[in-house]
């Protein structure tokens, strides 16, 4: 079992910037891959990054060059870094943690980007 934690999200306006953050109960660098998904009212999850065992990122074509995803091994711990904030980016954002047998997630971060 692996638990997640997400923080960092809340209220901010278009253009801002937030900080997400996803601390894991067990050692991050075990996963295949840590992620942080998207759900905004009346859609689907969507996948907004991801960031392999071996440091391989992906990033949604929405979000290229305003998120950034890292890690930081020794915290066991993922971060969103958001920049250029968008009203469209509004969602509840949610960590995943994927490994060969199982996917983890968290609880979910609201953010909510006001025009």
């Known amino acids: 079992q692996v638990q997640l934690v997400e923080s960092g999200g809340g209220l901010v306006q278009a253009g801002g910037s937030l900080r997400l953050s996803c601390a894991a109960s067990?050692?991050?660098?075990?996963?295949?891959?840590m992620g942080w998904y998207r759900q905004a009212p009346g859609k689907q999850r969507e996948l907004v990054t991801a960031i392999t065992s071996g440091g391989r990122t992906d990033y949604a074509d929405s979000v290229k060059g305003r998120f950034t995803i890292s890690r930081d091994n020794a915290k066991n711990t993922v971060y969103l870094q958001m920049n250029s904030l968008k009203v469209e980016d509004t969602a509840v954002y949610y960590c995943n943690a994927h490994t060969t047998f199982s996917d983890y997630w968290g609880q979910g971060t609201q953010v909510t980007v006001s025009s």
């Open positions: 067990r050692i991050i660098r075990s996963m295949n891959a």
